[in-house]
């Protein structure tokens, strides 16, 4: 069922009244018939199913393609486990490709190698995704792979044994990634106490203890039909994806064994920081968030906006004093930081919004007036000529984030495990047409002005201010 057939549907018109929430500013009302190029009027549909189990199928066909993605987008990462079996998740991301009960690993490996495809898998917070990048006479088979791999895996005592220095030997690396780290530091401050605020691979003592009987819970409270979205994008027919889901994912539970789904940890934004200091270090590594907004929240598209209006500035990349944003133009032209950048992050309850920092250790209490400086401005006068600007380049940035098949099946993906349905290119850009200076204005205001702050921060951070500066 296509997309813009389903809008006529009561239920998703509320699903769109939810997730729309409020047009902000009184100009508004003047995008609400705008005139986009033809290339976001006329993008492919998003063909949605529901089968009985309430497992969902999305694609969209790209007509000539030679080659598709399909994936199967799961409701469920790091906040939905305990402090017991924080890394199942992605434990069981690493057990998928050791063999199942009709394949071993290596018959696995060549078959996907002999199909000249790329099998792959990752685990987030809040999701875990298994795709297949393969021709389009494979897609059948690559459907049939991944039901495989998740619905049958083996999970051998003896290959999670072995799993573990691998996912030990994973967790020395991230750790050696300052940015994967501080952000890891971040969420741990932040969201102490909460499921957010664990990490995605979970803490060394359980990595070294985690069952197979743990990996077996996991699957069955959370491997179910309602929690999965199968997405393909590229060389794909629709109704024959359709088909596949139901043959290969037909067995699939609608409810968890027991009955009783398991419930998300609420989200809770402590004010806090965590430093690491390191005198012998010049160089620190410094993350400023405030609470940010949720995936559905009315403030999300302004968030996006001023993350844009902020900006980000890299040293290497030889630009710095023209930059539009004021916040990078200051930083480069004072020499404050190696790289700057902003990031909003969203999550089903919460988000994140601040700054991540790498500067020299004598730099952090002028880097840290003009950031401050910077995000308060956002509250006072951020202008038309700013707004606008951004909304040019947020609206670039969308648009070439769906280069490529995988692409495209992510954003379809998550964006029903979020939404519950797919935003148009034309949607979004109404959504951020929407949007005036005054809104930013009221967004920071909410967001910002007289707000408690996460602050993660490591390497030589003696010059870094205290908390209540």
């Not at 994936?71 to 690493?94: C, K, M, P, Q």
């Not at 083996?154 to 573990?164: V, W, Y």
């Not at 405030?290 to 929240?297: L, N, Q, R, V």
Request: contains cysteine.
């Amino acid at each position: 069922m296509a997309l813009r057939t389903a809008l006529s549907k009561p239920f998703l018109k509320k699903a769109i009244q939810q997730t729309g929430a409020r047009a902000f500013g009184a100009e508004a009302a003047a995008a609400t018939s705008p005139s986009f190029p033809s290339y976001v009027l006329r993008a492919p549909t998003t063909d949605i199913t529901a089968l009985d189990s309430g497992l969902r199928v999305a694609s969209e066909t790209v007509m000539g393609s030679e080659t598709a993605t399909v994936g199967v987008w799961i409701d469920a990462g790091s906040r939905y486990e305990t402090a017991s079996n924080n890394g199942a998740a992605h434990f069981l991301e690493h057990m998928a490709f050791k063999g199942t009960q009709k394949r071993t690993q290596q018959q696995l490996e060549v078959e996907i190698e002999n199909m000249g495809g790329h099998l792959n898998a990752y685990t987030s917070r809040e999701q875990t995704v298994y795709f297949a990048k393969v021709f389009k006479g494979d897609v059948g088979r690559a459907v049939e792979i991944l039901s495989d791999i998740l619905l049958h895996s083996k999970l051998d005592e003896g290959a999670i044994e072995r799993e573990r220095d691998v996912i030990l030997r994973e967790m020395s690396e991230v750790n050696k990634q300052q940015e994967e780290l501080v952000l890891d530091h971040l969420h741990a401050t932040a969201f102490q106490g909460t499921g957010l605020g664990r990490t995605i691979l979970g803490p060394e003592e359980n990595i070294r203890s985690l069952k197979q009987s743990d990996l077996k819970d996991y699957i069955t409270s959370h491997y179910t039909a309602p929690r999965m979205v199968i997405a393909g994008a590229g060389a794909i027919d629709h109704s024959e994806l359709c088909g596949l889901a139901a043959e290969h994912f037909g067995s699939l539970p609608s409810a968890p064994a027991g009955g009783v789904a398991p419930v998300m940890d609420p989200a809770r934004f402590t004010g806090s920081d965590i430093r690491v200091r390191f005198d012998s270090d010049n160089t620190a590594h410094v993350a400023l968030a405030f609470e940010g907004a949720s995936w559905t929240s009315e403030y999300a598209f302004p968030l996006m906006l001023m993350q844009t209006m902020l900006g980000s500035y890299d040293r290497a990349s030889g630009l710095g004093k023209n930059l539009a944003s004021k916040m990078c133009q200051e930083v480069a032209q004072n020499e404050l930081a190696h790289s700057i950048s902003t990031f909003n992050t969203c999550y089903k309850d919460t988000g994140l919004f601040g700054i991540y920092a790498v500067a020299p250790d004598n730099k952090l209490d002028d880097l840290m007036w003009y950031v401050c400086n910077n995000l308060v401005r956002m509250v006072h006068s951020p202008s038309d000529e700013e707004v606008e600007r951004a909304k040019t380049n947020l609206k670039a940035s969308m648009l070439m984030g769906l280069d490529g098949h995988s692409n495209v099946a992510e954003d379809i993906g998550r964006q029903l495990l979020t939404y519950g349905r797919r935003m148009t290119p034309a949607e979004i850009f109404s959504r951020i047409d929407a949007v005036t200076a005054n809104d930013i204005k009221a967004t920071a205001a909410q967001f910002i002005n007289d707000k408690d702050h996460a602050l993660a921060a490591v390497g030589g951070i003696h010059e870094l201010p205290d908390y209540n500066w």
